[in-house]
């Protein structure tokens, strides 16, 4: 019994070592980012097409959320990215910030450029999870408005047995509205799970808060989606998303990739 248990032991281990090996912490694969930085003298580059069937009005596009990251030392990487929004309303579902936008059905149109850091806090040890810090800038480059938005995040979580992952992170943004100026508060959590050493499925739960609008919006999020790696510089993954409350968009899909060199 115990030379069984041994085995299995030794199977999973394997597996985990393996799927570690080729995994790229990329933080487009979920609304929660990776928990670390890119290694230094790495360069990282992610990208997606995102669709959000808004319940009212027009549907939301968004392409190519393009972010490159470029490991600096041990500790710090450094991100610059851009994208560009086609939509009827404001609600964010992945890791690029927008303003809350109109409820009336019209079309808005939005560009914007991305810029800033990310720096590994801690390592786990025990109960101590790994963690990091993302400071970051969304400056619009065209569109309804146009004030530069900051943005900052704070990444931690476990790993566990078999190679599982508890992530969570919590994002405020100090954003700009039609009309006003509004606090959004973007807490997460997410557990990812290793099939395979290529293939990693998970489910998420994040919201997004606003506060200080005239009727502010309470958009919850239930999120699984999954992702392969191509090659081990490679990957390619997809996630869907169904809102949980009335101000939340029913459904969206998000399909991208990252690569390495």
């Known amino acids: 019994m115990r030379g069984l248990a041994a085995v299995i032991v030794s199977i999973l281990t394997s597996g985990v070592a393996a799927a570690a090996e080729w995994d790229l912490g990329t933080d487009r694969d979920a609304f929660t980012p990776c928990t670390h930085a890119v290694a230094p003298g790495t360069i990282l580059q992610e990208a997606s097409s995102v669709y959000i069937e808004n319940r009212t009005g027009l549907p939301t596009n968004n392409y190519p959320e ?5 490991g600096a030392t041990e500790r710090v990487e450094w991100r610059f990215g851009a994208n560009y929004g086609a939509g009827s309303q404001g609600n964010v579902v992945t890791s690029v910030e ?12 939005e560009s914007s450029l991305l810029y800033g850091f990310k720096v590994n806090a801690t390592g786990q040890e025990g109960w101590l999870p790994e963690s990091c810090f993302i400071m970051e800038g969304t400056t619009p480059t065209s569109g309804d ?13 476990w790993e566990m047995p078999a190679g599982w992952r508890l992530d969570a992170a919590l994002r405020y943004a100090y954003a700009e509205g039609l ?3 509004f606090n959004r508060w973007s807490p997460s ?5 290793p099939v395979t050493e290529r293939l990693e499925i998970h489910a998420e ?29 490679l990957e390619v993954g997809v996630r869907v998303g169904w809102g949980l409350a009335t101000d939340a968009a029913p459904f969206f899909s998000d399909a991208g990739l990252g690569w390495r060199w």
Do not use: C, I, K
């Open 66 to 70: 393009w972010l490159v990251r470029v």
């Open 98 to 109: 927008v303003g809350e936008g109109t409820y009336d059905g019209r079309r808005l149109y």
């Open 145 to 157: 408005v146009l004030g530069s938005v900051p943005v900052a995040t704070v990444v931690f979580g």
């Open 179 to 181: 009309y006003e100026w």
């Open 189 to 193: 959590v997410v557990l990812r799970v």
């Open 205 to 233: 739960w994040f919201g997004s808060y606003t506060q200080g609008l005239a009727d502010d919006v309470v958009q919850p999020f239930f999120s699984p989606g999954t992702h392969v790696m191509v090659t081990r510089n």
